[in-house]
C-alpha cells in the first residue's frame, strides 16, 4: 500500500526532491553571483527590498492554500481535483487586483521601504505577482498526488527561464542605472513562472486526474480546508511579514548609527543577498525532506498510525542534525573563501560565519513544524514563530542603530527567531524529555566527528602549502577532502537512522 512505504523509500524520495531542488539553487547561485557581480552589494539590496515586499505579497494571496490543498489531496485523492478548480478562481481575482494595486502605487511603497528610485522595480513584479499564486496552487495539488517529477520540472523550467532573464537583462539595463538593472532581473520571475505554469498545463493535458462520473460532495470539506489553509498562513505569513518589516527598519536605523542610504542599501544586501543565501543552501536538503514527509506522516496520522508517524518524525529530525552540523561547520570554515572567491565581496565573511548555524535550526523548525502541521496542530507554530519575530524586532531596532553593530545586530536578529521559534517546536513535542542518553552520546559523537574531519583538512592543507600551487587550488583540495569524509560519514550515519 502506499501509506506503507518503509523509511528508505522516503529517504529515496526525498533525495529525488533534494536532486532537483540542488538544481535550482545551483541556477539560482549562479544568477545571484552573476548579478552581484554587476550590480554590486548595493544593487543586491535594493533587490533584496523589493523582493521582501513581493514574498508579503505572494503569501497573503496565495496563504497557505497550497499546502492545506496538497495535504487535504494526500487524504482525500478523488476530491481534490474539484477543491483546485473552486480555489483557483479567487486566486486569479486576487492576484489581478493585487497586480494592478502594486503598479499604481509603486511610487508610495518605494518611498515605504526609504529609496524612491525602486520604482521602477517594484513595477517590473506587477505581471508576478497575478501569475505565481495560481502556480503555486497548482504545484500544491500535485504535491498532494505526490507527483514529485513534474513539480521538479517546473522548478528547473521556472528557475532555468528567470535566471536566463536576468542574464539577459540586467547587461542591457545597466546602462540606465542600477535600479533598471535590478528592474530586469526582477522581470525574471514572471517569465520563469509563465513557463513554468505552461509546462504543467501541458503535463495536465496528457495526464489528466481521473474525476468520478457523480464526484462525492465538498461542502463539509470545503470550510475545514479553508480553516487548515488560514492556520497555516497564519504561521507561514510571519516570516515574510517579518523579512518586510526588516527591509523597513535595517537601513532606516543603520542611517541612524551614522551609515549613508547608499551603505546601509550595500549591508543590507550583503546579509540577506549573499549571507543568507549562502546560510540556506544547504536547508534545500531538510526542504526535500519535508516536503516528501509532510505528505506521508499526514497520511499516517490520519490513518491513526502511530508507530510509523512518530518513526519517520524522529528519523528526520535526527537526518536535519547530522546535516545541520556538517553543513554548518562547513560555511564557518570556509566563509572566507565563500565571500571572495564566489562572490567577491570582502565585507560578506563574518556575516557568513554569524549565520553558519542557520541550516541547522531551520531544518529542525520546518520538520517540527510540518510535525505538528500533520497532527492538526497548526496554531501551535504559530506561536514560537511570533515569539521569535518579536524578539527579532527588540534586536534589530536597538542594535542595528549602534555603530559598528550593523552586522552583528542583523545576524543576531536572525539566530534569535530561528531559535526561539525552533526551541518552541521542541518543547510542545517533548523532545527534550524524550532525548536519551544514548541520542546525546551519539550527538556529540558527530560534533567530534565533524571537528576531527576539519581538522584534519586543515593539517594536510598546511602539508600543501610547500608546493608552488595556486592558492585557489589549496582551497579545492581541501574542499573536496572535506566532503569526503563528511560524505563518507553522513552515509554511515544515515544507514543506522534509517535501519529498523
Not at 6 to 11: E, G, M, V
Not at 75 to 92: E, V
Request: glycine share 6%; proline share 4%; net charge positive.
Amino acid at each position: 500500500m502506499k501509506n506503507d512505504l518503509k523509511l528508505p523509500l522516503l529517504l529515496k524520495q526525498t533525495m529525488v526532491r533534494a536532486n532537483a531542488m540542488i538544481v535550482v539553487k545551483a541556477i539560482g547561485l549562479i544568477g545571484k553571483v552573476f548579478m552581484i557581480r554587476l550590480v554590486g552589494a548595493e544593487g543586491m539590496g535594493l533587490y533584496q527590498l523589493v523582493y521582501s515586499f513581493y514574498s508579503l505579497v505572494l503569501m497573503i494571496i496565495s496563504g497557505g492554500l497550497p499546502t492545506a490543498l496538497a495535504m487535504f489531496t494526500a487524504k482525500h485523492t478523488a476530491k481534490g481535483w474539484r477543491l483546485f478548480k473552486i480555489f483557483s478562481i479567487p486566486i486569479i481575482l486576487t492576484g489581478l487586483a493585487c497586480s494592478l494595486l502594486t503598479y499604481w502605487f509603486s511610487t508610495p511603497l518605494a518611498k515605504l521601504l526609504g529609496y524612491p528610485q525602486i520604482n521602477f522595480v517594484i513595477r517590473c513584479l506587477a505581471p508576478a505577482i497575478l501569475t505565481v499564486p495560481l502556480l503555486s496552487l497548482l504545484r500544491g495539488y500535485l504535491q498532494g498526488l505526490e507527483k514529485y517529477t513534474a513539480i521538479a520540472i517546473s522548478e528547473i523550467i521556472e528557475q532555468t527561464a528567470r535566471i536566463g532573464t536576468l542574464m539577459l537583462l540586467v547587461p542591457l539595463f545597466i546602462q540606465s542605472g542600477i535600479e533598471f538593472a535590478v528592474g530586469g532581473a526582477v522581470l525574471g520571475t514572471f517569465t520563469g513562472a509563465l513557463l513554468s505554469f505552461a509546462v504543467l498545463i501541458a503535463f495536465f493535458m496528457y495526464n489528466r486526474p481521473s474525476v468520478a462520473l457523480s464526484p462525492p460532495s465538498i461542502r463539509t470539506d470545503l470550510p475545514l480546508v479553508v480553516q487548515a489553509s488560514f492556520a497555516i498562513a497564519l504561521t507561514r505569513l510571519l516570516i515574510p511579514a517579518s523579512d518586510f518589516m526588516d527591509a523597513i527598519i535595517i537601513p532606516q536605523r543603520l542611517q541612524v548609527a551614522g551609515v549613508s542610504s547608499k551603505e546601509a542599501a550595500e549591508m543590507f544586501g550583503i546579509v540577506t543577498g549573499i549571507a543568507l543565501v549562502v546560510a540556506y543552501m544547504p536547508t534545500l536538503i531538510t526542504g526535500a525532506l519535508t516536503h516528501t514527509l509532510t505528505m506521508k506522516i499526514t497520511a499516517d496520522w490520519q490513518n491513526k498510525k502511530y508507530n510509523s508517524f512518530y518513526k519517520k518524525g524522529y528519523a528526520a529530525i535526527e537526518v536535519a542534525w547530522v546535516w545541520g552540523l556538517a553543513s554548518g561547520f562547513f560555511i564557518f570554515k570556509y566563509a572566507p573563501d565563500i565571500s571572495l572567491l564566489v562572490f567577491d565581496i570582502q565585507n560578506a565573511e563574518i556575516p557568513i560565519k554569524s549565520l553558519a548555524m542557520l541550516p541547522l535550526l531551520v531544518g529542525w523548525r520546518e520538520i517540527t513544524t510540518s510535525v505538528l502541521w500533520a497532527q492538526n496542530r497548526k496554531k501551535t507554530p504559530f506561536i514560537g514563530l511570533c515569539t521569535g519575530v518579536l524578539a527579532n524586532f527588540i534586536i534589530l531596532y536597538s542594535l542595528v542603530a549602534i555603530p559598528d553593530f550593523g552586522y552583528t545586530g542583523m545576524s543576531l536578529g536572525i539566530i534569535t527567531l530561528e531559535l526561539i521559534a525552533t526551541g518552541w517546536n521542541f518543547k510542545v513535542l517533548q523532545l527534550f524529555q524524550r532525548a536519551k542518553s544514548c541520542l546525546a552520546i551519539m550527538l556529540l559523537v558527530d560534533i567530534l566527528v565533524f571537528e576531527a574531519i576539519l581538522i584534519v583538512g586543515m593539517l594536510c592543507s598546511k602539508t600543501l602549502s610547500s608546493l608552488e600551487w595556486p592558492e585557489t587550488a589549496h582551497i579545492i583540495v581541501e574542499v573536496i577532502h572535506y566532503c569526503f569524509w563528511c560524505a563518507l560519514y553522513l552515509k554511515v550515519r544515515l544507514k543506522s537512522v534509517f535501519k529498523e
